[in-house]
């Protein structure tokens, strides 16, 4: 007999949950490599918005989007959260900034952020119109439960400029509660609304 549910033990066993979920332990065939395996991804969470979601008529850091990560989803060394934002600016020379949070405490899309550490961050531009991009991973290290993370920045980019790489940020989020993830824009000299706008938030994770 071969079961389809990985808590059966004794059959050959395909990594199932009886409700058909796929385990976190499962690997996938790299190619035709042999051995050879890769491990399960996804989207967790894609959202989008074509008109965009913009910042307040204020100097803060408003949210553009969230995600909550559930809990207890970093829970051994090697998950990995791979996060992508982007969106566009108003066409005007007003100083703009994006910034990407982790461990956000209040998070209301539309309203300033609270709490969290900043892992990606534009500084202040002026880009006048166009497009922005920001391009985040986090990883998962240590023992489970120890509450180690530590993400790295692949670029932030703002209309045709490249804004560089910063040094990782080392994170200690409680890995058995829910951790938001925030996207944020800010107009923080003119104070006006829709001067950072959001279109796209897509986080995908890695086992």
Known sequence: MISVFGTQTGDAVLPFTPAGTMLSGASLQAGQATPGSVR?????S???SAAGLGNGADTTDDVLFTYALPANSLDA??????ITAAG??????NNKRIK?????TTQTVGAAVVGGTVIADSAVQTTNGGGWAASVQ???YGVSGSNTQISTCAQIAAGASHLG?????????AENAVINITITGSSPTTGAANDVAGQLFDIAFNN
């Open 77 to 82: 060394a090697g998950r990995q959260l791979t």
């Open 100 to 104: 990407v949070w982790f461990g956000t």
């Open 165 to 173: 790489t910063s040094a990782p940020v080392a994170l200690t989020s």
């Open 46 to 48: 894609v959202q989008v």
């Open 40 to 44: 399960t991804c996804g989207n967790v």
């Open 88 to 93: 566009k600016f108003a066409a005007n020379g």
């Open 138 to 140: 986090v990883q998962k």
